[in-house]
């Protein structure tokens, strides 16, 4: 049993953050039912049913809640090209109409939803106009206009609660504090939270770039403990920018010791723990 097991090491608990970094989201998405709308990005409504004493999905025409999700939605106003290895088209422009048909989709709803959980990377990281086709935007970076046009079509949704999650693509073009003014990332002076849609139902919502080098200060303590990480971890010179391939060497859980993931700190291990709890009784 878990709790019967030793204390983990701290190594182990940075290698656990990290993991947890990773797939807090891959988790959530992989609960959810789906609908796949494009290649650039997947959309859906989940309903989550009134129980039956065989725990079956069979009351699907009753549900508690629903709600929508949408990841990667990735815009800016660049042309259409391959991704980081070569194999899939991106549509950076076309990733406006892909979320006008998600918006659809969720009005179209029978029942109202509760609210649209957007699980990262809302805008496309070349916005900032520090690499690939964005450095044209080298003197006028588009963060603030490619955000402001993906928020002008999210709020034709007659669902008015986003419940926005901080991927790394965020980190690129806005600090924390623009984050929050455009997003709502904080609730309580926090970027981790929970609320509940509904009394047999808590929604755990995690900041998986809390411990990183991407959206946090140099010397700061989330920085220091992220930087310690992966030159545990990684052997290549994951700071140069454009010139390195940081995977070099890496193998099966190791690939996520690069410099675009994150983890979860001590405060927020502690957090989910007790929220974990709560959720036992």
């Known amino acids: 049993a878990p709790l019967a097991a030793p204390p983990p090491s701290p190594s182990d608990w940075m290698r656990r953050r990290f993991l947890l970094g990773m797939v807090s989201v891959a988790l959530l998405t992989a609960s959810l039912v789906l609908r796949k709308l494009s290649r650039r990005f997947s959309t859906g409504v989940l309903s989550l049913p009134q129980g039956s004493k065989e725990g079956s999905l069979r009351h699907l025409h009753d549900p508690l809640f629903q709600f929508g999700v949408i990841a990667d939605v990735q815009y800016a106003d660049i042309a259409d090209a391959t991704g980081f290895n070569g194999t899939e088209l991106r549509s950076y422009r076309g990733a406006l109409q892909g979320l006008r048909e998600a918006v659809g989709f969720w009005n179209a709803a029978e029942s109202p939803l509760s609210f649209i959980a957007q699980l990262g990377d809302l805008i496309d990281g070349q916005n900032a106009g520090k690499y690939g086709e964005g450095l044209k935007f080298k003197d006028e970076p588009q963060s603030d206009s490619a955000i402001q046009r993906v928020l002008g079509e ?29 997003l709502r990332t904080t609730r309580e002076g926090k970027e981790y939270y929970s609320f509940q849609p509904h009394p047999q139902w808590r929604v755990v919502v995690l900041d998986s770039y809390d411990v990183a080098i991407i959206g946090r200060p140099e010397g700061s303590p989330e920085y220091s403990e992220a930087l310690a990480v992966l030159r545990q971890n990684n052997p290549n010179d994951f700071l140069a920018q454009g010139t390195v391939d940081w995977s070099v060497g890496l193998e099966g859980l190791g690939c996520r010791f690069v410099p675009y993931n994150g983890g979860l700190g001590e405060a927020q291990l502690r957090w989910l723990q007790a929220e974990l709890g709560l959720a036992a009784r």
């Open 154 to 182: 999210l709020s034709k949704c007659t669902c008015s609660e986003v419940v926005h999650l901080i991927g790394n693509h965020e980190l690129y073009n806005f600090n924390r504090k623009q984050l929050d003014d455009y």
